[in-house]
């Protein structure tokens, strides 16, 4: 089971909250992000002039690129350099005993963006904050490469604030260099691998930019914004059937690079809009407290499997029994409400899987059960192993009804296809709809391919709706 940051150096929650620590797990990757936009306004010492810092790296493009005559001169060669931005050693929101780095910029990422920010400048737009928004219209480039884009720039601020936070709290320490500074760093006792810590405020859990859908959360719910790119679009981006379909990365770059106007009011809105931090109290997307929440339910539920050694030929049936108990305490134990904020929106499809995964692994610690999850947790199956070493694993991959399970399910197919005889895996779907037209046709693929001698993952239904108390029905 994970650790979080608190539980590994031994102190109290209340002690990062205190020097506004974000408080992370070990091994276990997270979904926050360095937003170069909370820079601007957070009251940390050692970050008081981060954003400037931001500012003025990108400020030195954009005069590279004003003076570029074409693409391979000497001055487009400069900016390239600039947007290259490598992997950081100890540096990363997905804290590990072994070292996590991030995602990094490469030569090839970085000459596409150094390109877009040309015809950008071309176009007449020279403000560097259009750095923050480059993942709306710009392929491979998403909220975790401008997280780890700012903090490479942003670098020395915080190893200079973690040295005076492990100061503070008595933290263990080891040496460790960043661009010839040396630093005093927080280290997991017997690693003696440096940990940099990241300031809650200036962490948020949404992308800066990631796409059109992502328009009116930059803009402050900009209607008229919005409105107008939707007449330039007008029917060019209809489906068959006369829907207009999601817009793409590379259109709407077309569209804002050919619109320079549209482009240029929306910097303005967003310099103009105030950059929202996360709350941490609250959690509302649920990447912390699914934990607690886990272990509450583990504590209250207890589950016996009823065997002395788990082996080959009965592992499916344990983890079946597994299950059926997180159905039973989604069902019938209130777990459910745990899926939908406190707006009663649904969190996201991963806050669900670790959920389960905490749970799951409550009761596995006593039956020779190993859980394993990748450290990038959220884009594969929760993976149950026999520890003994038996061949003998089971996959649980889990969905909800309102994303496409169709689609999930038959890209595990051919992994399962794929798996050894005594593999299996299971595709546990918990039901956020009140529709179920998609999960009754995919419990008929699913029939159709054993009818075929087809091997097919098991698909297990669980209701994850929230129903009214007895006391309120009428």
Known sequence: ???????????????????G???????????????????????????ENSYLSFKTHFTKIIHLLEATKHSGDSFFRAAHKKLIFPELPFVSLGYSTEGISGSGIGSGIALNLTNTAWEIIQAGITDPVIFELVGLIEENIGADRISDMTIHIILLDLPTYSERVAKNLSLNTCQAKARGKEFLLPAIAG??????????EILNDLPVANGWDDIDRVCAHNEDLRNRVNEIIGDSWKDASGKRRKITKCELKYILLHHPELLKDLVEQYKKNSAEKYDFDKDPSGQLIWLDIAREYANLYPLLLGVDKVTPENILQLILKICDH????VEANGLSVHFWDESKNLRNERFAQLLFFGIADAYCGAHNLDLNREPNAGRGPVDFKISSGYNARVNVEIKYTSNNIRAGYEKQLPIYDAAERTQYSIFLIIRTTESIKALEELIKFRKDQVAAGKRAPEIFVVDGRVFPSASKMK
Not at 1 to 19: A, C, K, N, Q, Y
Not at 21 to 47: A, C, M, Q, W
Not at 191 to 200: A, F, G
Not at 326 to 329: D, E, G, T, W
């Open 326 to 329: 997180f159905k039973v305490l």
């Open 21 to 47: 620590v974000f408080n992370g797990f070990i091994d276990l990757d997270s979904k926050f992000y360095v937003d170069p936009h909370l820079l601007r306004s957070t009251k940390i010492p050692e970050l």
């Open 191 to 200: 690693s003696n691998r440096p940990t940099v810590l990241i300031p809650c």
């Open 1 to 19: 089971m994970p650790r979080r940051i608190s539980e590994i150096f031994g102190v109290t929650e209340e002690d990062l909250r205190r020097e």
